[in-house]
């Protein structure tokens, strides 16, 4: 499966942002889908995680409140909405997928996800 993650940009404090990721293939419905980040100098970190049906969900602490992540299978997309973003949320967010079996998995871990997008980067202005 390929990934095409989109929707980042420049935002002040306090405002929000909508990622996306497009992926191909014809089996997405299968696919657990991750976000994870990567900000200046530091190492890429976990953000949020969705089951393949979008059942389950789970999101990052640092996040927690402020971030969701949901799916629409239809169009082989996921998003993550960013609310009330903060500097510290400057980042490079990729997206990323593994295929699971079973309906309530999710993955919090960078290298149980087999397939990254290119990223795209979120700039929060103070």
């Known amino acids: 499966v390929q990934l095409q993650a989109s929707g980042g940009g420049l935002v002040q404090a306090g405002g929000s942002l909508r990622l996306s990721c497009a992926a191909s293939?014809?089996?997405?419905?299968?696919?657990?889908m991750g976000w994870f980040r990567q900000a200046p100098g530091k190492e890429r970190e976990f953000v949020a995680t969705?089951?393949?049906?979008?059942?389950?969900?789970y999101v990052a602490d640092s996040v927690k409140g402020r971030f969701t992540t949901s799916r629409d299978n239809a169009k082989n997309t996921v998003y993550l909405q960013m609310n009330t973003l903060k500097p510290e949320d400057t980042a490079v967010y990729y997206c990323?997928?593994?295929?699971?079996?079973?309906?309530?998995?999710?993955?919090?871990?960078?290298?149980?996800?087999?397939?990254w997008g290119q990223g795209t980067l979120v700039t929060v202005s103070s």
């Open positions: 969705i089951s393949w049906n979008g059942g389950r969900t």
């Open positions: 990323a997928a593994v295929r699971s079996a079973y309906s309530g998995i999710i993955y919090t871990k960078q290298y149980e996800y087999d397939y």
């Open positions: 293939g014809r089996t997405f419905s299968s696919y657990v």
